[in-house]
């Protein structure tokens, strides 16, 4: 089992800058791949980012390139998302999840993670 807890979210004005982070414990964080999902109201659970479990490989989704980053501290079982340059609408609660140990990180579908925490919310105001 993986426990998660994401911190970080807030109400930030149109392009601002926040970093999420997600603790996580229980086993060995370092050979879980990670990612990022997001959720607005009415909406679908949304595909943000994801990282391999040694860092080394990162893949966003095309509506966050260039704006959010994903990386990780396994010293630390930490994984972030920093968010530059936000808008309206990335307002939504955000999740971090892992997957099964040594599963690649190239997954960006919900059902493709194992382990879920319980969201931060991020509201971006125009």
């Known amino acids: 089992q993986v426990q998660l807890v994401e911190s970080g979210g807030g109400l930030v004005q149109a392009g601002g800058s926040l970093r999420l982070s997600c603790a996580a414990s229980g086993r060995a964080f370092s050979s879980n791949a990670m990612g990022w999902f997001r959720q607005a109201p009415g909406k679908e659970r949304e595909f943000v980012a994801a990282?391999?479990?040694?860092?080394?490989?990162?893949y966003h989704a095309d509506s966050v390139k260039g704006r959010f980053t994903i990386s990780r501290d396994n010293a630390k079982n930490t994984v972030y998302l920093q968010m530059n340059s936000l808008k309206p609408e990335d307002t939504a609660v955000y999740y971090c999840a892992a997957r099964k140990a040594i599963y690649s990180h190239y997954a960006n579908r919900p059902i493709d993670y194992e382990y879920w925490g319980q969201g931060t919310q991020v509201t971006v105001s125009s």
């Open positions: 990282i391999s479990w040694t860092g080394s490989s990162t």
